[in-house]
């Protein structure tokens, strides 16, 4: 007998309907039946904020929800975050640019929770990048890299929003 429930996403613009367990996570529905998998999961806590995803509209820990909870709801991963023609968004830019990433596992969490910083504040301080991101570990980089990556990623965008307006 199988319990499985049918949920019904959308995930980087495209519409899924998949059948899960109700206790499997959102993070392996994602990796292992949408086969997307840039969004890492490393402690299964939500301390690291690898597995850090777009719901909504809002960064959430992808290993700290149920699949099921996601039913309806819009998704953002990382590999959403690749501009239409196929070009890196400019926070990808910013962390090749300036060095972001070493073993670039945490890099989509800290991709995903800039994009909504630099959403919700266009040009953000150093210390409010700072902020942003503190709910994101790094094991590698020792963040000044990652900060000044984002700060590069803001600069670019607003550049653009300038040359559209």
Not at 21 to 27: C, G, N, V
Not at 32 to 53: F, K, Q, S, W, Y
Not at 98 to 114: I, S, Y
Request: a negative charge.
């Amino acid at each position: 007998m199988t319990n499985k429930k049918t949920i019904s996403l959308k995930v980087n613009g495209k519409e899924y309907t998949v059948s899960v367990e109700p206790r499997m996570l959102l993070s392996d529905v994602l990796r292992d039946e949408l086969r997307l998998t840039g969004t890492h999961v490393g402690c299964e806590h939500g301390i690291c904020g690898a597995c850090t995803i777009l719901m909504n509209g809002r960064p959430v820990r992808s290993c700290l929800l149920f699949g099921v909870q996601a039913e309806g709801a819009e998704i953002k991963t990382v590999e959403g975050l690749t501009n239409s023609d196929g070009s890196l968004h400019p926070l990808q830019e910013g962390f090749w640019e300036k060095h972001g990433l070493q073993c670039g596992f945490c890099t989509p969490g800290f991709l995903l929770t800039a994009l909504h910083l630099l959403q919700e504040n266009p040009d953000p301080s150093r210390e409010e990048i700072r902020e942003a991101i503190s709910g994101n570990l790094c094991r590698c980089t020792g963040y000044q890299n990652i900060i000044d990556a984002i700060e590069y990623a803001a600069k670019v965008l607003n550049a653009q929003r300038e040359v559209k307006a």
